[in-house]
């Protein structure tokens, strides 16, 4: 959004809604104030009945797992996005593997739908081992070698199999390797989840960690694991490729098409799939040197500069119609 904020004009409610409030303002409020030019909505809602408008639209998840979600925000969604897709003139989405969810639950010309991945920021690079150990010692984290699971800790994160992976594996690594979970539940709520009385051996929950501690994070972790099993697109994994740093996800939905050949990718459903991919990147140091090079190297695929000009590109033929 930064990247094209000299080209478009950001329209927004004069204080904070959020809610019934906030869905309608957008509803309501917004069409009064756009004197028939463009709309750009790109968080996955707009106003019904605006059509003079471009869509992003970031995953089905309120369709495909509507159990995963708070009742309400699902069903607005469930009840919106059918109706409001067709209506527009160009839906944009991440990933092909979203395209086809949502021409699963929307009506709408394939032609419409036009794919532009996410990006990573340059800030994810590779980084110096100083920065490493300084990071290491305010995290607490327990050794300098570690494999990092980062993401928000949720059901569909799949940390209940990564966890009874480790526990498989972790007898076998050797005793100065951990596994790092950075995430911002509480560790009760990690536990109620994913129903362990106990961790697993050398497992350290970071908490929170700030956006300005992650590209080294990642940078000094030994292996990167994201064994989501639903994602629209799938950032974490781009920047660990990004800061060279081997990686471990999973091959459901639009996992595979981040990584391509650059990491390695398992049925995150399978424990024992889980354990044997880390088995083999914490053990063939050729592996993880190989995977390190593909992952920058295809990294350099996805830098905002031309994703925003892509964007750009469908607004302007959008709003000449």
């Not at 991440?94 to 532009?116: C, G, M, Y």
């Not at 990564?162 to 009760?188: M, N, R, T, Y």
Request: aromatic share 10%; proline share 7%; charged share 20%.
């Amino acid at each position: 959004m930064n990247r094209l904020a000299h080209r478009v004009e950001l329209v927004a409610p004069q204080s904070h809604l959020e809610g019934v409030a906030g869905h309608a303002w957008e509803q309501f409020v917004l069409p009064t104030l756009l004197r028939g030019r463009l709309l750009w909505s790109p968080s996955n809602t707009g106003p019904l009945m605006v059509s003079h408008q471009v869509i992003t639209v970031h995953d089905a998840v309120p369709f495909d797992h509507p159990e995963w979600l708070n009742p309400i925000f699902a069903g607005w969604y469930r009840f919106l996005l059918p109706r409001l897709i067709p209506r527009v003139r160009r839906i944009i989405t991440v990933s092909e593997f979203s395209k086809t969810r949502i021409l699963e639950h929307a009506q709408v010309d394939p032609a419409r739908i036009i794919v532009i991945p996410n990006g990573v920021d340059s800030r994810f690079r590779p980084h110096k081992d100083q920065e490493h150990l300084n990071l290491i010692k305010r995290l607490g984290i327990p050794s300098c070698h570690y494999v990092l699971s980062l993401g928000s800790l949720e059901p569909r994160k799949n940390l209940d199999r990564l966890l009874k992976a480790w526990e498989l594996l972790c007898e076998e690594v050797p005793e100065d390797i951990w596994l790092v979970v950075a995430g911002a539940k509480g560790k009760a709520q990690i536990f109620r989840d994913v129903f362990f009385e106990k961790l697993p051996p050398r497992v350290y929950f970071t908490g929170h960690v700030p956006d300005e501690y992650l590209p080294a994070l990642y940078s000094a972790a030994l292996v990167f694991v994201y064994v989501s099993v639903y994602e629209g697109f799938g950032i974490p994994p781009l920047e660990a490729m990004a800061s060279g740093t081997p990686t471990l996800t999973s091959n459901q939905t639009a996992l595979p098409e981040v990584v391509g050949d650059a990491g390695l990718t398992v049925n995150p459903f399978s424990v024992d799939a889980i354990a044997e991919g880390l088995r083999k990147l914490i053990g063939d140091s050729a592996l993880r040197q190989t995977l390190r090079q593909k992952g920058l190297e295809r990294s350099l695929q996805f830098g905002w500069d031309s994703i925003a000009e892509r964007t750009w590109t469908v607004l302007r033929e959008a709003a000449s119609e």
